[in-house]
């Protein structure tokens, strides 16, 4: 395994209080694979890929069982050790390509920095290679983008100037945090294009945060959803996508809209109904169990157990593998 | 311009005061310190010739620089010591207040008036008048306050008044600055747009919508000028060119004891002290007004 | 950004001729020339010949055409009292207060600097409520009291520095610090303001997620984004400190343009007040100007932006 994460918690200071952001994360990524992270606002996806990433704010605690990168114990480095390692062998984009880039530095300035930091390189040799990574993430003209400030780029060319930062050093594992949410289709699908391949030429692992299971779709091999600081579901792209086990995977994937499905009628979107539950409460219940359809007693007295379901993912609750839903109720209750 | 452009931009949603302000402010130490503070000498200044134990304007030949009581050869019955004139010094100190208050209230009202006046009639209508009230106010940051203020003291004759008027006539301009920036700011809501549309008077939306929204910054811009307009009027009354004496300025003490502050460093000590306390509690509200508004937490 | 360059320098000229107004009316109109020249006891038909002299009788647009065409002359006017061209006097004190001015300012840079840096990177620390006590007492404290007391401790108490003069470097020590402290708290928030912003910025967490060193992350990727509105005010601040010059000038009897006005004023010396008042504005707004062009310089989104 190019990384696996056991047990992994985060908790953050909130007012006297301890939010605990992400509760118990098991996470793995082989080389060459993309793991996608699934869920809705706020269920600590984007936390989990900071702590990976050592990136979390300054006040928040993190805690894991296993935290290997390769060989490397992420989880025993010192601070500067894990600045020496971001950017080298594991890197991470985000969101807002907008302002992702140092608007006062031309983009050749930060790309050869970052080349720099890591490596020996002379500042030619750094040239040579930020424009031979621009080129390879599909930047025409890249000697004179090189010259170039951000301001001067549209939000499609920043990304892919933050896909070669992130690239230059032949990272072995990618974190892409929603790097296409705040595009256009069109771009959106370049920039997934060019990550695939980029990930090909490497055969880099990579983790891809998004909400969109479109995206999911087109480019994961395996898929973690997560709810509530936890990994609810865990499979391979087929198994979840197709086959759904734990309810709010289920909801998810009824909550997107079919391109030409669904009779008149039907067209509204199918969303969950009720609350994330707040971050501060224990673990006694499920925490999915304010908004679960098919709810019973024992879930709000036991934590769900981690089960296996028949396409082979992992999924925890307390429902059996195998369960459908059929009008008069739920088969295959605990 | 530099200036012009460097006001300080709005948070997009808390223009309005919140309803728990005061809530809010009973709980935030600055505040609470600096608004007890300002009482006291507001206090202090109202009711100086209940408090004073001395006429402030009594000479002594015999009582000349007597020392405060802290010190050995102190007399009892001058607790602050006496000035080169045999004056009780806490009398003046206490005196003092009032000369400031007085600066610090009617300057920085007037300016207000001028600079919030300037500032909704370039923001509201933009354009040339914009450009026109723009000039006027680079102008006017451009010239240096205190050779201004000096010179035209001297020119028309020093005196508590002039010094008030001068100053009103000079420390308008971040009023203005802030309040035209606002104002384009509102200018563009939804609520000012209907407003105009409803059909209302210029004047009822520009006091009625717009000020009562802009409130917050003002506030702001109001400490930060009643401290400049109390500390320029000591360095006026210092330099010999505000209040003139006998009248117990906390500056012009200042520039009186200068001559003795070698034997008697308390008389340049206390008046001194007096002006900075004064000051620091007029900026420290004003950082806690900017707290309180500012949006984020609450 | 040659139209800004354009407006901008425009608005410059604008605002200097009214500058040139407000001096015209201060020498001209609100005290009579014609008492400055002939002295406060000269009666009334000594001022009649004076005006006759000195073309004083001619209607105000006429003299201040004059006026105005003797400035671009660079005849400022000629002082009542030492009869000289103010220019001149003006002049010989300006390094000075120059120099007063520049050390000042660099003093208020290297403490607002490190210390405005270090307030953000360390908020609610001791090193940050340390720099917010020293802005807000450097902020209270009313300047000319400040550099009494130095002059008490330092000049008289340890004898360590001279207090009166403008002689040797040793001279400007004290009156440096005096007006530092006054244009410090000022720079010092906008740093620690600037440097927080920044720091919690989008491209700062990418430079992180790269690796970049934390110090060239501080000093070279957030430090320059950060200084930029300070370059405007470091350039407010220094045109503040050459009007402020005139109360540390006259403490310590600093023989600076500041000095010079002090002088001019308790005597109404008038031609050389309005010289000091109309250069000080221009200097000002020649700073101000240089500041927005640096500040073009240096931040490429306004070399665009502004095309």
């Known amino acids: 395994m190019l990384l696996d994460v056991h047990d992994l918690h985060v908790t953050l200071p909130d007012q006297g209080r301890k939010l605990r952001a992400v509760r118990g994360v098991d996470l793995s990524v082989a080389a060459g694979e993309t793991l996608c992270l699934v869920g809705e606002s706020g269920c600590g996806k984007s936390m989990t890929a900071l702590a990976l990433m050592g990136l979390l704010p300054r006040r928040a605690e993190r805690r894991a069982a296993r935290l290997q990168l390769g060989e490397t114990d992420l989880g025993s480095l010192s601070d500067g050790a894990m600045s020496a390692l971001r950017g080298r062998r594991m890197s991470m984009i985000f969101q807002e390509p907008m302002t992702a880039l140092n608007p006062v530095f031309t983009i050749g300035d930060q790309l050869c920095s970052v080349y720099r930091r890591h490596t020996n390189a002379s500042g030619a040799a750094a040239r040579a290679r930020a424009i031979e990574v621009l080129e390879s993430v599909g930047l025409t003209n890249a000697a004179l983008r090189m010259r170039q400030y951000p301001h001067q780029l549209s939000g499609g060319l920043r990304q892919r100037v933050l896909i070669a930062m992130a690239l230059i050093c032949e990272p072995e594992l990618m974190i892409c945090d929603e790097p296409t949410t705040a595009l256009d289709v069109t771009t959106q699908a370049q920039i997934l294009h060019i990550l695939k391949e980029a990930q090909a030429a490497r055969n880099m692992g990579m983790i891809f945060i998004t909400h969109d299971l479109g995206v999911v779709a087109r480019i994961a091999d395996r898929v973690a959803v997560m709810y509530a600081g936890r990994v609810v579901e865990e499979g391979t792209r087929e198994a979840v996508l197709r086959q759904p086990a734990h309810p709010y995977t289920r909801g998810l994937i009824a909550s997107v809209p079919k391109p030409g499905g669904g009779e008149p009628g039907q067209t509204r979107l199918a969303s969950i109904a009720g609350n994330v539950p707040a971050f501060h409460q224990e673990d006694a219940r499920c925490p999915f169990l304010s908004r679960c359809l098919h709810r019973m007693d024992v879930c709000a007295t036991t934590p769900p157990p981690v089960r296996q379901a028949p396409a082979a993912q992992r999924f925890a609750c307390h429902l059996l593998p195998g369960w459908t839903e059929n009008r008069t109720g739920v088969e295959g209750r605990a | ?298 | 950004m040659l139209t800004y360059l354009m407006r901008r320098t425009t608005m410059a000229v604008v605002v200097m001729a009214i500058v040139s107004v407000i001096c015209f009316v201060l020498s001209n109109v609100a005290s009579d020339p014609a008492v400055g020249i002939a002295g406060a006891q000269a009666i009334d038909a000594d001022l009649a010949v004076v005006r006759q002299t000195y073309g004083l009788d001619r209607p105000l647009p006429v003299r201040y055409a004059e006026y105005i065409g003797n400035l671009l002359r660079g005849d400022f006017g000629t002082s009542y009292l030492a009869r000289r061209p103010v220019l001149e006097m003006i002049l010989e004190r300006l390094p000075v207060t120059a120099l007063l001015a520049f050390l000042s300012m660099a003093l208020a840079l290297a403490i607002a600097l490190p210390l405005g840096c270090a307030a953000a990177l360390w908020p609610n620390t001791l090193v940050d409520r340390l720099s917010q006590v020293l802005a807000v007492t450097g902020q209270a404290i009313p300047n000319f009291w400040a550099g009494l007391l130095l002059i008490v401790v330092f000049g008289v108490q340890l004898r360590w520095l001279p207090i009166s003069g403008s002689d040797t470097l040793a001279h400007f020590v004290l009156p440096a610090i005096t007006l530092g402290t006054f244009a410090m708290p000022p720079l010092m928030r906008l740093i620690r303001a600037g440097m927080i912003d920044v720091l919690a910025s989008d491209y700062i967490r990418t430079a992180r997620a790269m690796g970049i060193r934390p110090f060239v992350l501080t000093f070279k990727y957030a430090l320059k984004n950060a200084v930029l509105p300070v370059i405007s005010l470091a350039a407010v601040q220094l045109g503040f400190m050459l009007g402020g010059s005139i109360v540390v000038e006259s403490i310590f009897a600093l023989n600076g343009v500041g000095y010079l006005a002090w002088q001019s004023m308790s005597r109404s010396d008038m031609p050389v007040i309005q010289a000091i008042v109309l250069l000080i504005s221009m200097i000002y707004i020649v700073l101000t100007l240089a500041a927005d062009l640096l500040n073009g310089i240096m931040d490429p989104r306004l070399r665009g932006a502004r095309k």
């Open chain 2, 1 to 298: 311009m530099t200036a012009l452009s460097a006001a300080p931009a709005l948070p997009e949603e808390e223009l309005v005061r919140r309803p728990g302000f005061w809530a809010r402010a009973r709980r935030h130490r600055t505040f609470v310190f600096s608004g007890i503070l300002l009482l006291a000498i507001l206090l202090i200044a109202i009711f100086a010739p209940l408090l004073a134990p001395h006429d402030p304007f009594m000479q002594s030949i015999a009582l000349r620089l007597k020392p405060p009581f802290w010190h050995d050869k102190t007399v009892a019955e001058h607790l602050l010591g006496t000035d080169q004139l045999g004056r009780d010094y806490l009398s003046r100190l206490i005196y003092g207040a009032r000369i400031s208050m007085a600066i610090g209230i009617g300057a920085t009202l007037m300016s207000a008036l001028i600079g919030i006046t300037l500032g909704l009639l370039a923001g509201y209508y933009g354009g040339w008048i914009d450009t026109a009230i723009s000039t006027v106010i680079t102008t006017r940051l451009s010239m240096p306050i205190i050779l201004i203020a000096l010179a035209v003291v001297a020119i028309v004759g020093p005196s508590l008044t002039v010094v008030i008027v001068v100053l009103g006539l000079l420390l308008w301009d971040q009023f203005a600055v802030v309040t035209r920036v606002a104002t384009q700011q509102v200018c563009t809501r939804d609520y000012v747009t209907s407003a105009r549309v409803l059909g209302c008077s210029v004047g009822h939306i520009l006091f009625r919508e717009i000020l009562p929204n802009i409130r917050a910054p003002l506030m702001v811009v109001t400490t930060v000028e009643m401290a400049h307009a109390v500390l320029l009027e000591a360095a006026l009354s210092f330099l010999g060119l505000g209040v003139q004496a006998p009248l117990p300025s906390w500056g012009l003490m200042l520039s009186e004891a200068k001559t003795a502050m070698f034997f008697s460093p308390w008389l340049i000590v206390l008046p001194g002290a007096c002006l900075f306390i004064l000051a620091l509690a007029i900026n420290l509200m004003g950082d806690a007004m900017r707290d309180l508004t500012a949006g984020g937490r609450g």
